[in-house]
């Protein structure tokens, strides 16, 4: 597994192969995949769930989907043109706080849906951690029109809640763009995860049990890297501890090879830079 670390000074990020060493989980998982062996469930007359009443399907952006349909969100934004603002436009659009289909449980299953969300903004950015994937972890195609729990039933795909993403991440994330963020101490690992979500990278925290959306902004003496999250509380501007608590956080960065020399450089100075501001 690929691994982003920086040591000092503008010294372009180290590659070295490690594992996540991670404990228990923060909240409760989203549900898992559904297993093989259950009734047909009737065809869907539209491309998924929607939520029944009057929730508006146009604002916020997947206000009127279920948590397991995919969102084709208004503003997007791809590796070719990222910018702190750009990335925050994408967030914000989700609404977290307010939207219907992050709602704590609106299931009446106990759940949250963290998952859901790093799904809808990384697919928004162009770097998705599938909640849907096929047998060999690629994210799923989805026809329009299909009966998505249908394909589910028939093992043709395979939900991922959080802990599926972190293994994902490890399995899968490399060859999708992902790196993890290392360094020789947790202030450092944080400055480096906030410097990319400043750069308009899409970062993302984790922990066995959730995963949120590092999101531009500045790191906590305290708290950590500013954050967005859903799960038990959903919020758009605060920060890791108030997401994670105390528990030991991974992050992971998709930040695609520089294109040019020249961009290879600007990584390394934006590196340094954050090593050095962590030590002050």
């Given amino acids: 597994m690929t691994t982003i ?23 409760t998982p989203e549900a898992a995949s ?38 084709d969100a208004p503003t997007k934004n ?36 963290c998952s859901t969300f790093v799904w809808d903004v990384t697919k928004a950015m162009g770097a998705e951690i ?13 026809p329009a029109g299909a009966n998505i729990l249908q394909m589910a039933d028939e093992g043709k795909i395979v939900a991922n809640n959080s802990n599926s993403m972190i293994k994902w991440l490890e399995e899968h994330g490399q060859e999708n ?18 410097a990319a979500a400043n750069e308009g990278k899409p970062v993302v925290a984790t922990t066995p049990g959730h995963v949120g959306m590092v999101r531009p902004g500045e790191v906590h003496k305290s708290n950590g890297p500013a954050l967005a999250q859903a799960g038990r ?10 997401g994670f608590g105390d528990l030991p956080v991974t992050y992971w960065v998709h930040n695609p090879p520089p294109a040019t020399a020249e961009a290879a450089t600007d990584v390394a100075v934006d590196a340094g830079a954050a090593v050095d501001a962590a030590k002050e």
């Fill in 233 to 242: 509380t959903n919020f758009e501007d605060r920060h890791v501890k108030n």
């Fill in 5 to 27: 670390s920086a040591t000092s000074g503008n010294s372009l990020p180290v590659v070295s192969n490690t594992s996540a060493n991670t404990s228990a989980p923060a909240s």
């Fill in 130 to 142: 599938p909640y849907w994937t096929d047998q060999n972890g690629k994210p799923a195609e989805i």
């Fill in 177 to 194: 763009g992902w790196t993890k963020v290392e360094a020789q101490d947790k202030k450092t690992v944080e400055a480096l995860a906030q």
């Fill in 78 to 113: 791809d590796s070719s043109n990222r910018s702190a603002e750009k990335y925050t436009e994408v967030i914000a659009q989700f609404e977290v706080k307010n939207n219907h289909r992050y709602n704590e449980d609106h299931q009446h299953t106990g759940s949250t849906y």
């Fill in 34 to 71: 559904t297993p093989a062996a259950k009734p047909a469930r009737p065809a869907q007359t539209k491309v998924c769930d929607v939520f029944e009443g009057s929730v508006d399907p146009k604002k916020p952006a997947g206000n009127h989907l279920q948590f397991h349909c995919p969102v």
